[in-house]
């Protein structure tokens, strides 16, 4: 009725501020705080002192939202419904402040909320691992670190403030470790666990290293992960989920203690535990396994049907992905299942911007110059600038950055593209390879007749636009697989009997290429690319020349910073060593000197290469290791037989419907370190049918094989089986 009133019969949309008032003498007409006071009498009179202390906090608590809703919203009008929500997200917001009522009791409480007493006999502090304390603080608000004290000082003179900033969090860490370390008056506990989920080894908090090194007389006592003996013996609830895993263990052969069973037995006989006991052996009897789809389901999720036969049509990232875990492809390219969006203020993906300023680099070098032999630092700058001032609409997109943010995103944006392509040039300029065709596409669109832009007879071909083929693999008689993607750079090398060829992928972080990864199909990205280009490009090239393969490199874009051991450096060492920073990394193909010097005009015997992963022996003859970078002609077709295997083996478990959960483990990670389908599949070590498909492989004997398999045709090498 007062909200009736004040809206003199128009739609009822109030102040922030009068609808504070309005609450407020409705909470007072209804005697809100004298009904409060007389539950505080009787929770107290009941001795129930919790009780008391909630009752007798409510109402300040209600005054303090009112202000802030006036405080932040001021005079915004707001409807009913949209009050409703805004004071339902503040009591949801709102906690109470509980301190224990007696002296013998346990409290839980956060180290930035709870204020425990010098009185506290022991103090327990779990999970102390790297990042937790001190937090790892994430920058994320919309303000810099000084818009944000430049505003803070405005706001001051209103008697207003800002949450803490970057500087301001980090301090407040450093006070929770010495709060932490100060406050009990008993026994202080710290504890960290070894190891996560997957076993792998958990870095402790500094502040556990520090103590230790203040006390160097501590000893530290190690606790099993689960308990044993008498110790869990205290309450029912507890019980439960140790029969569970008794219970477990008797499905391993393991023997059980005879307490065990009688605890089953006790369960047994209490009525209110039946349910729980019988949702437990439900748990257990069931397997957390996947059984295929089969085949006529998986050719109607994933292929095509042309006629009588069944295509297959997939990028070569979807059958990495595959291989890593198909249940993990099946939920992402089955069910199309998505993480929920979350809208945040977060910066523009660099690494698209990065790809975008390097392609138009190349491509405007290669058609208007100067040319790369005559391609001066300064030209380089200049050039790149103009390219990120062409990208900045995609930088101003972030609407909610400011100008002097934008300016800064463009600055580090430049930063970061200067040097890679002042890095890029030095590598095309100081070898005989130069760029034939950017952004290659195959199987993704029509193919498109390409010009060549090639200036003379002699002079290496130059495409500005190009679409290949599909790669495309024959299953068997009724199926084909068509691989697709885009390659970021072919590059192209001319020699005195034929044309070398290879392709450059353009990373943000460092990458390196396995052979183990590769035969088990964890990395086929990059051999694939170049697989598709030694397909196509010998018929694009004048005269059908013959194309041989030269290697396949990642190039990372990067700003490096030097680690030099000692001063002195002169310009021209400097020089080498950052240069060295950007050495491809990758695969070369092993064609001999005319290759080395097609890929490093500088490199002589004895010397490393700046540009290629090559060292020469003083006799002109490349270094060669068992992991090493490297590889003979008889190998790479080896690898390309191996390939074109596991290729057609993984296309026809796809639709065969395979959507096993079966992560493939690697000594570089796991198919679940960064999957966000977790919650979906359950994957579990403790179940007997949930383990890895581990990659274990001497890299020594794999290289062996691989020597033997060069000889005999490349039998043998694939490392990829899902049973």
Same mark, same amino acid.
């Given at each position: 009725?007062?909200?009736?009133?004040?809206s003199?019969g128009?739609?009822?949309?109030l102040?922030a501020?009068?609808?504070?008032?309005?609450?407020?003498?409705?909470c007072l007409?209804?005697?809100?705080?004298?009904k409060?006071e007389?539950?505080?009498?009787a929770?107290?009179?009941?001795?129930?002192?919790?009780?008391?202390?909630?009752?007798r906090?409510v109402?300040r608590?209600?005054?303090?939202?009112?202000?802030q809703?006036?405080?932040?919203l001021?005079?915004?009008? !707001?409807?009913?419904?949209?009050?409703s929500?805004v004071?339902?997200?503040?009591f949801?917001?709102t906690?109470?402040?509980?301190i &224990?009522?007696?002296l013998? =009791?346990?409290?839980?409480?956060?180290l930035?909320r709870?204020?425990?007493?010098?009185?506290?006999?022991?103090?327990?502090?779990?999970?102390l +691992?790297?990042?937790?304390?001190?937090?790892?603080?994430k +920058?994320?608000?919309?303000?810099?670190?000084r818009?944000r004290?430049?505003l803070s000082h405005?706001?001051?003179?209103?008697?207003?403030?800002l949450?803490?900033?970057?500087?301001?969090r980090?301090?407040q860490?450093?006070?929770l470790?010495?709060?932490v370390?100060t406050?009990? @008056?008993?026994?202080?506990?710290?504890s960290?666990?070894?190891?996560?989920?997957e076993?792998?080894a958990?870095?402790?908090?500094?502040v556990?290293r520090?103590?230790?090194?203040?006390?160097?007389?501590?000893?530290?006592?190690?606790?099993?992960?689960?308990?044993?003996?008498?110790d869990i013996?205290?309450?029912?609830?507890?019980?439960?989920?140790?029969?569970a895993?008794?219970?477990?263990?008797a499905?391993?052969?393991?023997?059980?203690p005879?307490v065990?069973?009688?605890?089953?037995?006790?369960f047994?006989?209490?009525e209110?535990?039946?349910?729980?006991?019988?949702?437990?052996?439900? @748990?257990?009897?069931?397997?957390?396994?996947e059984? $295929? !789809?089969g085949?006529e389901l998986?050719?109607?999720?994933? /292929?095509?049907?042309?006629?009588q036969?069944h295509?297959?049509?997939?990028?070569?990232?979807?059958?990495?992905?595959?291989?890593?875990? &198909?249940?993990?492809?099946?939920?992402?390219?089955?069910?199309g299942?998505e993480?929920?969006?979350i809208?945040?203020?977060?910066?523009?993906? +660099?690494?698209?911007l990065?790809?975008?300023?390097?392609?138009?680099?190349v491509?405007?070098v290669?058609?208007?110059?100067?040319?790369w032999?005559?391609?001066?630092?300064?030209d380089?700058?200049r050039?790149?600038?103009?390219?990120?001032?062409?990208?900045a $609409?995609?930088?101003?997109?972030?609407?909610?950055?400011?100008?002097?943010?934008?300016?800064r995103q463009?600055?580090?944006?430049l930063?970061q593209?200067?040097?890679?392509?002042?890095?890029?040039a030095?590598?095309?300029k100081n070898?005989?390879?130069?760029?034939?065709?950017?952004?290659?596409?195959? /199987?993704t669109?029509?193919?498109l007749s390409?010009?060549?832009?090639?200036?003379g007879?002699e002079?290496?071909?130059f495409?500005?636009?190009?679409?290949?083929?599909p790669l495309?693999l024959v299953?068997?008689?009724e199926?084909?697989?068509?691989l697709v993607g885009?390659?970021?750079?072919?590059?192209l090398?001319r020699?005195?009997?034929?044309?070398?060829l290879?392709?450059?992928?353009?990373?943000?972080?460092?990458?390196?290429l396995?052979?183990?990864?590769?035969?088990a199909?964890a990395?086929?990205?990059?051999?694939?690319?170049?697989?598709a280009?030694?397909e196509?490009?010998?018929?694009?090239?004048r005269?059908?020349?013959?194309?041989l393969?030269? @290697? =396949?490199?990642?190039f990372?874009?990067?700003?490096p910073?030097?680690?030099?051991?000692?001063?002195?450096?002169?310009p021209e060492?400097l020089?080498?060593?950052?240069l060295?920073?950007?050495?491809?990394s990758?695969?070369?193909?092993d064609h001999?000197p005319?290759?080395?010097?097609?890929s490093d005009q500088?490199?002589?015997?004895?010397?490393?290469?700046l540009?290629?992963?090559v060292r !020469?022996t003083?006799?002109g003859?490349?270094?060669r290791? =068992?992991?090493g970078?490297?590889y003979t002609?008889?190998e790479f077709?080896?690898?390309?037989?191996?390939?074109?295997e596991?290729?057609?083996?993984?296309?026809?478990?796809?639709?065969d419907?395979?959507?096993d959960?079966? &992560?493939l483990? +690697?000594?570089?990670?796991?198919?679940?370190?960064f999957?966000a389908?977790?919650?979906v599949?359950?994957?579990?070590l403790?179940?007997p049918?949930?383990r890895?498909r581990?990659?274990?492989?001497?890299?020594?004997e794999?290289?062996?094989r691989?020597?033997?398999?060069g000889r005999?045709?490349?039998?043998?090498?694939?490392?990829?089986?899902?049973?």
């Open positions: 009725e007062k909200a009736q009133k004040a003199a128009r739609v009822m949309r102040s501020r009068r609808w504070a008032a309005i609450l407020l003498e409705l007409d209804l005697g809100v705080p004298q409060l007389q539950w505080c009498r929770a107290r009179e009941e001795s129930q002192p919790a009780l008391f202390r909630e009752h906090q109402w608590l209600v005054g303090g939202l009112l202000d809703l006036v405080e932040t001021g005079e915004a009008e !707001l409807t009913l419904e949209e009050l929500a004071m339902d997200a503040g949801e917001a906690d109470l402040a509980l &224990p009522p007696v013998d =009791a346990v409290t839980v409480g956060s930035d709870s204020r425990p007493s010098r009185d506290v006999q022991v103090l327990f502090v779990p999970g +691992t790297e990042g937790v304390l001190p937090a790892r603080i +920058t994320t608000g919309v303000f810099t670190d818009e004290e430049a405005r706001l001051a003179q209103r008697n207003r403030e949450p803490p900033g970057t500087v301001d980090l301090q860490e450093q006070f470790v010495y709060r370390l406050r009990t @008056g008993g026994r202080l506990i710290l960290h666990p070894l190891g996560d989920s076993g792998r958990v870095t402790p908090s500094p556990v520090r103590v230790k090194e203040l006390l160097p007389g501590l000893k530290p006592q190690f606790l099993p992960a689960e308990p044993s003996g008498e013996m205290e309450h029912p609830s507890g019980l439960l989920p140790q029969l895993l008794r219970w477990r263990d499905a391993r052969g393991e023997p059980v005879p065990w069973w009688r605890v089953y037995n006790l047994l006989e209490r209110e535990w039946r349910e729980k006991l019988a949702l437990v052996r439900a @748990g257990l009897m069931e397997r957390n396994v059984p $295929p !789809l085949r998986g050719r109607r999720l994933w /292929g095509v049907q042309r006629g036969r295509f297959l049509k997939t990028t070569v990232y979807r059958l990495e992905r595959f291989v890593q875990c &198909p249940f993990a492809h099946f939920l992402a390219h089955g069910l299942l993480e929920r969006l809208f945040t203020v977060a910066p523009p993906d +660099t690494g698209q990065y790809h975008e300023v390097l392609r138009r680099f491509e405007q290669q058609k208007e110059g100067p040319h032999e005559a391609l001066g630092d300064g380089i700058y050039i790149c600038a103009e390219l990120v001032e062409q990208l $609409p995609a930088l101003q997109n972030q609407i909610l950055l400011s100008s002097a943010r934008l300016r463009k600055e580090r944006l930063e593209v200067s040097h890679s392509a002042r890095a890029l030095r590598q095309i070898s005989r390879f130069r760029p034939a065709a950017l952004e290659v596409s195959f /199987g669109r029509e193919n390409p010009r060549d832009m090639a200036a007879q002079a290496l071909p495409w500005t636009e190009l679409c290949l083929p495309e299953l068997d008689g199926t084909v697989l068509h885009r390659i970021d750079r072919v590059d090398g020699g005195e009997q034929c044309l070398y290879r392709v450059i992928d353009y990373k943000s972080g460092a990458s390196s396995d052979l183990a990864g590769v035969l199909g990395q086929l990205q990059l051999l694939v690319y170049l697989w280009a030694l196509h490009f010998a018929a694009l090239c005269h059908r020349q013959r194309i393969p030269a @290697g =396949a490199f990642y990372q874009v990067q700003r910073l030097l680690k030099l051991e000692q001063p002195g450096f002169l060492e020089e080498r060593e950052w060295k920073e950007f050495r491809l990758g695969w070369l193909i001999g005319e290759l080395y010097s097609l500088g490199l002589k015997p004895g010397t490393s290469s540009l290629v992963p !020469l003083g006799n003859s490349p270094y290791q =068992a992991t970078p490297l002609p008889a077709r080896a690898i390309l037989d191996g390939l074109r596991l290729l057609c083996r993984a296309g026809r478990d796809i639709l419907g395979r959507v959960i079966a &992560p483990k +690697t000594a570089s990670g796991s198919g679940c370190q999957c389908y977790r919650p599949c359950r994957f579990d403790w179940l049918e949930n890895y581990s990659l274990q492989v001497d890299k020594r794999l290289r062996r691989l020597e033997d398999a005999e045709g490349g039998k043998g090498l694939v490392l990829y089986n899902l049973d």
